[in-house]
Structures are given as C-alpha cells and as structure tokens.
C-alpha cells in the first residue's frame, strides 16, 4: 500500500494496474521490491497454456520481462504465508511522488511467539538492472529480537550483489550507502511495529 501511493500521481493511480507496473520492467518500478519481498508469483496466460513464474525470475532486466509472444499477465499472487507480518517500504527520490526512485527499499518480517525474526524479507529496487533480495541480509536476521539492534547488523556486504548506476540523480557509491541506510530505517519502522 505504501508503494502502490508513490507510484505516479492520482491520475496515474486512478488507471494505471500492478500488473502494468510490473511488465514495464524498470528498474526503479516502485511496485516490484514490495511484491518480491512478499515472494509474489505471476500468473501468465499464453498460447501454450497457464503458467505461474516467481517475480524474480519475470522481470528479467532494464524493460524486459518473460513474456512471449501473445503471453498476458492475468494475476499477481502473493502467499497467505506473510498474512499478519510486518511490512514496509521506504523511498528515497527528489519528492515523494511523480519522481523516479533513486533507491528504494522493502520488507517483510514475521515475528515469533518470543519476539524474535521468523521469517525475513527484503528487496532493494533501483540499484541493478532488477529489484533484488538481500538473502545474507535476510539470514542474518532471522532467530534474533525484533527489536531496534536489528538494524546494527545491516552491513555494507549485503550490498555487494547490487550494481547501480551513475546518472544525475546519484552516484553508484550514494546509491549503495542510502540503500544502507533505507534498509537500517525499514528495520527499526518494522520492529516497532506491533
């Protein structure tokens, strides 16, 4: 929900679908990191029948996504699996909406009987040519307090799968240490939160 009121201004919002956000593979789409981090699937329809792909292997790259042909992406699915975690999503761009993302970030936690992290979820956008998980990140999570130190183990390592770009919104190196620091922010919303 936080993503999808980024995502262009009202007009935009009032037309446009997920699924559209989704095919349009950009690397800054602000519907992507939100829905990976909920280890969303895509429902595709084609000549060949109905086939169910992981988001992460849809969007392949910068406007290119896994559809072929006549293929019309029908459905976004996301599993009952995260019903009742904690999640978010955090911007960084010139303004909080109609802008491009120059980094972007979200997550998903669920949360044990004791208050330690269960699952962990989180997803970087605009710093590769896809949004990606932080799967060492999201390991170095899991079994600890969710409580304010979770954001003291977010560390430049988790980082190193990324590639972004240099462009006039930012450098690669910015890109890489304000995706840091949405990351130790996202964590400190999500363990404050009930």
Not at 44 to 72: K, M, Y
Not at 145 to 174: K, N
């Amino acid at each position: 929900r936080a993503a999808a009121r980024q995502v262009g201004g009202q007009q935009v919002q009032n037309v446009a679908t997920v699924a559209g956000n989704l095919c349009n593979a950009s690397p800054a789409a602000d519907g992507v990191p939100p829905l990976l981090s909920l280890d969303a699937v895509v429902e595709i329809h084609g000549a060949n029948g109905v086939r169910l792909l992981p988001l992460a292997d849809f969007v392949l790259g910068n406007r290119r996504t896994a559809l072929e042909g006549s293929d019309l992406l029908t459905a976004v699915l996301v599993p009952k699996a995260w019903e009742g975690a904690r999640g978010g999503f955090l911007k960084l761009g010139a303004r909080s909406s109609l802008v491009i993302s120059i980094v972007m970030v979200a997550g998903t936690l669920t949360v044990d009987a004791h208050g330690s992290v269960e699952r962990a979820a989180l997803a970087i956008g605009a710093c590769a040519e896809t949004a990606r998980r932080l799967p060492e990140l999201e390991a170095a999570l899991r079994g600890r307090p969710a409580d304010g130190d979770l954001a003291g183990l977010v560390s430049p390592a988790h980082f190193q799968a990324l590639s972004p770009i240099d462009d006039h919104r930012g450098t690669a190196a910015y890109r890489l240490d304000a995706a840091a620091t949405l990351c130790r922010r996202l964590l400190l919303e999500l363990a404050s939160s009930p």
